[in-house]
């Protein structure tokens, strides 16, 4: 890569030599000129600044074998293998730089990488967790944005409709992991075809962009940026690829059980069996014992609910949105079990009645399917701690970025922050996932999540103490 770009003499060429080369001086002069240049991406490997500061580190193709089981027995397994990688200093130093001026934390290249995900897979654990970092506050700063653009006038309802169809370039939904969707998550999952969410740091030129998402959601992001381009020269046009990513299309649309799964009419898992060891410890942590006051919201199979009635609850209410899910909770005799309420309808409309009318819970677990970052946040922020008993727990199904580690990790702390301000404190429980690919769990389903993640966190909250 080094000689290639060698060859090569436009701006966007220099400052991905210069990280390359964590040559620190050069790229300052750059980025000062144009702070626009920490977010090119060459166009052959999609690499940004950040992915060729990082994959300097990583041993050359050419070396041979011998050379490189040496560099091992000196490094260690799993850490960065060539003379460049004792340079971790080097690139830490240098991605700290382009996130001051704007860098995109979770840009893909052409291998579908984030520069996260180079630099886990090469052992860089300093810099793995500057990205993290820089992805935690970039998202934590488009939260509030997307909160603070939402408030409007409050007096103009066409004004609050237009809002709710506008996007912010980076917040499209995605079919990658449909139940819960983070706002970076791009809409076909393609390598190149996302348009992320800017670093951290306000970049001199904010460069996302407010557009109106197309009708009937059937094209696909692209994103091209040439030598010269900058991040605002970027064309893209986010639209859906699935049409039943958002909450309102997905309630119209039909569902499948079929055995040990629950389809979308898009072949999309809205809940699999395999999840029962997560719905077990998540209702036995809310209810750990007989007479409590618990709510579940979103029936999907009925796991979560069926061990939720195991631990024998005072009262169980149980609020489901999607037609064919009631009526197969009609078919199923939940309406006559003792002590369990159905609420029909979207938690949306159903939990205000529910805090009208004074209801107090012990335990409430959150698993819906469609939904945003932001509906889960809605969530907690304004229905849990109007209906949560001082001394309860809340929880609920974690599988925020769980389609790569990093963003796993990201959403992991944002989620925490955002709890804690809204007053919950959260303890995590590690699960391992199992080998979901060896044990053919994917095979009929369109998107597969939990690829690469090993570890569920599953969260159990109280309020702070
Ligand atoms: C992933 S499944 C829940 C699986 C469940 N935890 C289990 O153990 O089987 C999600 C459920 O949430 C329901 N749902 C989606 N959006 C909803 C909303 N806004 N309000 C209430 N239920 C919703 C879906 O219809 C679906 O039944």
Not at 2 to 27: F, P, Q
Not at 147 to 169: S, T
Not at 176 to 198: D, F, I, L, M, S
């Amino acid at each position: 890569m080094l000689l290639r770009l060698l060859a090569m003499n436009t701006s966007s060429d220099e400052v991905l030599l210069a990280a390359t080369n964590h040559d620190i001086e050069v790229l300052r002069t750059l980025l000062k000129k144009d702070p626009t240049l920490a977010k090119v991406q060459d166009a052959d490997t999609g690499f940004s600044p950040l992915h060729a500061a990082i994959a300097s580190c990583e041993a050359d193709e050419e070396e041979g074998e011998d050379e490189r089981a040496e560099e091992k027995a000196v490094n260690g397994e799993g850490d960065a293998v060539n003379n460049d990688a004792l340079d971790e200093d080097g690139a830490l130093a240098t991605v700290k730089l382009l996130f001051e001026n704007g860098a995109i934390w979770n840009e893909l290249d052409t291998a579908d990488e984030t520069p996260g995900c180079l630099a886990l897979r090469l052992g860089l654990n300093k810099v793995y967790e500057t990205i993290v970092d820089a992805g935690v506050r970039a998202e934590l700063l488009f939260g509030r944005l997307d909160q603070y653009d939402l408030l409007g006038d409050g007096d103009d309802e066409a004004e609050e409709e237009e809002q709710d169809d506008d996007a912010i370039v980076g917040f499209e939904p995605s079919p990658v992991e449909p139940r819960q969707k983070a706002p970076w998550q791009q809409p076909n999952g393609t390598a190149n075809g996302v348009e992320a969410v800017e670093g951290f740091e306000p970049a001199p030129n904010p460069s996302y962009k407010i557009e109106d998402e197309a009708e009937g959601g059937t094209a696909q992001t692209s994103t091209t940026t040439t030598a010269e381009s900058t991040a605002e020269e970027k064309v893209t046009e986010p639209v859906l690829s699935n049409p039943n990513v958002n909450n309102a299309d997905y309630l119209k649309s039909e569902l499948t059980y079929s055995g040990d799964r629950l389809l979308d009419s898009d072949k999309n898992a809205v809940m699999m069996d395999w999840e029962t060891e997560i719905m077990k410890i998540s209702a036995d942590q809310l209810a750990p014992k007989p007479g409590l006051r618990t709510m579940n919201v979103g029936h999907g199979m009925g796991i979560v609910d069926r061990m939720f009635l195991e631990n024998q609850p005072a009262m169980h209410h149980i609020c489901e949105a999607h037609p064919a899910v009631i009526q197969r909770l009609k078919e199923t005799g939940w309406y006559d079990k003792p002590n369990v309420t159905v609420h029909e309808g979207r938690w949306q409309d159903v939990l205000p009645k529910l805090v009208e009318q004074g209801v107090v819970l012990d335990g409430i677990y959150y698993d819906t399917y469609a939904e945003d970052y932001k509906d889960l946040k809605e969530f907690f922020t304004e229905y849990v701690i109007a209906l949560l008993e001082p001394d309860g727990k809340f929880g609920f199904y974690n599988g925020l970025g769980a389609d790569r580690q990093v963003c796993y990790d990201v959403y992991t702390k944002v989620v925490e922050v955002d709890l804690f301000d809204a007053g919950l404190d959260v303890e995590w429980t590690d699960i391992a996932v199992p080998d979901l690919k060896s044990r053919n769990e994917w095979d009929g389903v369109r998107y597969p999540y939990w690829g690469s993640i090993k570890t569920y966190r599953l969260p159990t909250c109280k309020f702070v103490g």
